[in-house]
T-cell receptor
């Protein structure tokens, strides 16, 4: 079945870059997402990438996809204290309906 | 547009009690789902639905029932609450295409004593 894995914790200093990594097992994954969860709130979509892309950039966010290794990463440039949150990687196979989430990476940004 | 609305926000139950968590969306989304979130375990899919009258089991369906009589509503029923069901529950919906993002409700914090 589908499985999505992430490291659980990442700590960086304000102004540094953060890189959050994710691996997935479903070779039919067509859509890959990064969601952000702030304390006491639901998840909100940060960015996404289609499996026919290698990279996507959106302001301070860069998503890299290595389809061969089934590896997805999220880079946050110039990380701010407001970026402290839990980041979830998720994948959806084409038209499968259900989305599978990783366990989430807790990003702590120190001033 | 209210998005995805979940009620209640907080609930305390005694072991063996039953209750229904409500979820409604006003975006005409075909796909709706329920997740539970536990520390260190991420989001685990309980049940999901790809349209009215259609439901299917997710990763952790035991102890929960769902129904989808309308496009808008997707209630989650706990039949006989157990302490292991203490968790934060999220309802989510999206449009029919796999590329579409999930919209999440604000969550229900459930404690079973």
């Amino acid at each position: 079945g589908e499985d999505v894995e992430q490291s659980l914790f990442l700590s960086v200093r304000e102004g540094d870059s953060s890189v959050i990594n994710c691996t997935y097992t479903d070779s039919s994954s067509t859509y890959l997402y990064w969601y952000k969860q702030e304390p006491g709130a639901g998840l909100q979509l940060l960015t996404y990438i289609f499996s026919n892309m290698d990279m996507k950039q959106d302001q301070r966010l860069t998503v890299l996809l290595n389809k061969k290794d089934k590896h997805l990463s999220l880079r946050i440039a110039d990380t701010q204290t407001g970026d402290s949150a839990i980041y979830f990687c998720a994948e959806t196979p084409d038209n499968a309906g259900k989305s599978t989430f990783g366990d989430g990476t807790t990003l702590t940004v120190k001033p | 547009n209210a998005g995805v609305t979940q009620t209640p926000k907080f609930q305390v139950l005694k072991t063996g009690q039953s209750m229904t968590l409500q979820c409604a969306q006003d975006m005409n989304h075909e796909y709706m789902s329920w997740y539970r979130q536990d520390p260190g375990m991420g989001l685990r899919l309980i049940h999901y639905s790809v349209g009215a009258g259609i439901t299917d089991q997710g990763e952790v369906p035991n102890g929960y029932n769902v129904s989808r009589s309308t496009t808008e509503d997707f209630p989650l029923r706990l039949l006989s609450a157990a302490p292991s069901q203490t968790s934060v529950y999220f309802c989510a919906s999206r449009g029919q295409g796999g590329w579409e993002k999930l919209f999440f409700g604000s969550g229900t914090q459930l404690s079973v004593l």
